[in-house]
């Protein structure tokens, strides 16, 4: 088949997922063209499969705002048109699903009918899609969708519950490739972040404020103050220098160690010990998913998508939102009984190979099938 892939190409959750989705189409031989503002950040090896189309986004000095959506909508008809695609699978719903709604309009003008899939992610539903600014879009453009799809059953139910959808919404979960995300000795990594064999936790984010990434400063100060121990804050976002003040106003600078956006994240992930992620709203949690592939253990919050991922005394621990003492009491518990870590870690690669890579992807093929045809 030859899709097209629209996504954000930052290091946002959804982009990942959509970036991981084109390879792993690519590998099976599928023709796969990236159409996105600038190259995504997973996308960093040749592939004779894989086509990535950059949205130029030409400026003017009438517009305050360039329109950006125009462009996107035009590069898709582009795209459709030169490259023969037979359909688009657009991630996130802002502005991804009326883009490709206005370029199916178009090319079909011209005489070529195209479907076009949305994947919700997230907050496109649950934060800014309810927004009453984009609500009306958003609605529109996921009923127009050929077929929708959610990365959670928890997300296809905020959707019911947040718009009037009239069409079913299929949970396809996401997924973790394995093969890269799995568990390596790496000593000397570990002895540079955690040379007195400290336990270390990890957080990963884009450090806004639904991450609640305070609780997770909050969670280490009780974990450090039971054992040596350190904290490795992976990413960068609004909040990332309140947190900084923060850790200097509870005398954790030492222990706590800011690395910024990372691309090798499997080698990060190999030398966990536990991975925190106290979310106000989780769709699905990708980064706890690729955490558990790597044996890491998993502390959360039970917000949205998350108990649907890890699961409750068997990859990990969930504790009600803003808990914070909870979590730490369930960190400080795993970190102290080596037989309890091991089982977790166990439990948590287990778990993640049901979301094996091999077990998603042909559900997309399957639903590119259907609409094809
Ligand atoms: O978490 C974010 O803020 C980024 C966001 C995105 O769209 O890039 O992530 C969302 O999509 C991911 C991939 O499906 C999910 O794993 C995240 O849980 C989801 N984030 C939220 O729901 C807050």
Do not use: H, I, Q
């Given at each position: 088949m030859r899709i097209g892939i629209v996504c954000y190409?930052?290091?946002?959750g959804s982009g990942v997922l959509a970036t991981e989705l084109g390879k792993a189409l690519a590998d099976k031989g599928h023709m796969v063209h990236f159409i996105t503002y600038q190259q995504p950040v997973r996308l960093n090896a040749f592939h004779a499969n894989i086509y990535y189309h950059e949205v130029q986004v030409p400026t003017y000095?009438?517009?305050?705002?360039?329109?950006y959506e125009s462009a996107l909508s035009s590069t898709m008809v582009d795209v459709i048109l030169n490259q023969q695609l037979d359909l688009l699978h657009v991630h996130y719903a802002i502005p991804h699903a009326s883009t490709a709604y206005m370029a199916q309009q178009i090319v079909a003008k011209q005489g070529r009918q195209i479907p076009f899939i949305t994947t919700l992610h997230g907050t496109d539903i649950t934060l800014v899609g309810k927004d009453k600014t984009y609500a009306p879009v958003v609605t529109f453009s996921i009923n127009e969708s050929n077929a929708i799809t959610a990365v959670s059953n928890n997300l296809r139910e905020e959707t019911f519950k947040s718009f009037p959808i009239d069409k079913d919404i299929e949970v396809i979960y996401n997924f973790v490739d394995t093969a890269r995300f799995k568990r390596r000795e790496l000593p000397h990594f570990r002895q540079a972040i955690a040379p007195n064999g400290e336990k270390i936790l990890l957080h990963v984010s884009n450090?806004?404020?639904?991450?609640?990434v305070p609780d997770v400063v909050k969670i280490f100060k009780q974990v450090r103050e039971k054992m040596p121990a350190k904290l490795l804050l992976v990413g960068d976002g609004p909040d990332r220098p309140m947190i900084e003040c923060m850790c200097r106003e509870m005398n954790l600078c030492d222990d706590v160690r800011f690395v910024g956006k990372q691309e090798q994240l499997e080698d990060v992930m190999s030398i966990a010990d536990l991975f925190i992620l106290p979310s106000?709203?989780?769709?699905?949690g990708l980064a706890a998913l690729e955490a558990m592939a790597s044996e890491v253990p998993v502390i959360s919050s039970n917000a949205g998508g998350l108990p649907e991922v890890n699961i409750h005394g068997q990859t990990g621990y969930t504790a009600a939102v803003g808990d914070v003492d909870r979590m730490a009491a369930h960190a400080i518990e795993a970190l102290q009984n080596e037989d309890l870590l091991t089982r977790l870690r166990k439990g948590a690669l287990e778990q993640a190979l049901r979301f094996h890579i091999d077990n998603i992807i042909p559900q997309y093929e399957k639903l590119y099938e259907k609409l094809i045809s």
């Open positions: 190409p930052t290091y946002g000095p009438l517009f305050d705002f360039p329109p450090f806004r404020k639904v991450k609640r106000d709203y989780e769709s699905f």
